[in-house]
């Protein structure tokens, strides 16, 4: 299993200075699409009113998070001039489920089926993957955050029903993320996932 994961709302207030928001913004937008891709980032975009933005994170604790918000190249560039984080417990509804793609850290923490912390902060250049591994690792990107979090509670043994019951939503919206979590994993069955995620951890950890 993985360790335990904490979402985090976060508001960046910017300054007044549009033009270093020009500047970078293209630089920002790449780099937090990175971070939704390793699971960081599940939602978040600007403020109606242009004043700044509003990020919904995962991290292991705010340490992380701080190491990742402050390599934003916004930071970097000192264009928001207030950082506001806080915890964030998602509990109820779909919003759990499906809203914030990618996954919520819902009730606060979980055990997370993903590689670790070392996968929040930009890895050095390596020599790339065998192909095998590549291809393993593109199907285990695929799954969501959502997803990797249903899969740990069915490992950890909750019923569809129990699973429904703690996000405060349908089994059939469940059965929906399961059947999901299933096609991308190439399985049919809750008795073949233990070996599906340990094949995948194994190629993720090569």
């Excluded at 891709?37 to 998070?65: K, N, S, Y």
């Amino acid at each position: 299993m993985g360790e335990s994961y904490v979402a985090f709302v976060v508001e960046l207030v910017f300054r007044g200075n549009e033009t270093d928001r020009l500047s970078f913004g293209e630089a920002h937008r790449t780099y937090w699409k990175r971070m939704a891709a390793r699971g960081i980032l599940l939602g978040g975009g600007p403020w109606r009113d242009g004043t700044g933005e509003l990020l919904v994170c995962e991290a292991p604790d705010r340490r992380t998070l701080l190491r990742v918000l402050y390599a934003d190249p916004y930071a970097q560039a000192q264009v928001f001039g207030e950082l506001r984080v806080r915890e964030w417990n998602a509990v109820m509804g779909h919003v759990v489920l499906a809203g914030l793609e990618r996954t919520t850290g819902g009730a606060g923490t979980h055990e997370r089926i993903r590689g670790g912390v070392a996968a929040l902060v930009p890895p050095a250049v390596t020599a790339p993957a065998p192909p095998a591994v590549r291809e393993e690792a593109a199907v285990r990107e695929e799954l969501t955050a959502h997803e990797r979090r249903i899969a740990t509670m069915m490992l950890d043994g909750l019923t569809n029903k129990q699973i429904a019951e703690s996000f405060t939503v349908s089994t059939r919206a469940v059965e929906l993320h399961i059947t999901r979590i299933y096609r991308k994993l190439d399985i049919r069955r809750r008795a073949q996932l233990a070996a599906a995620i340990d094949r995948f951890e194994a190629a993720l950890a090569c």
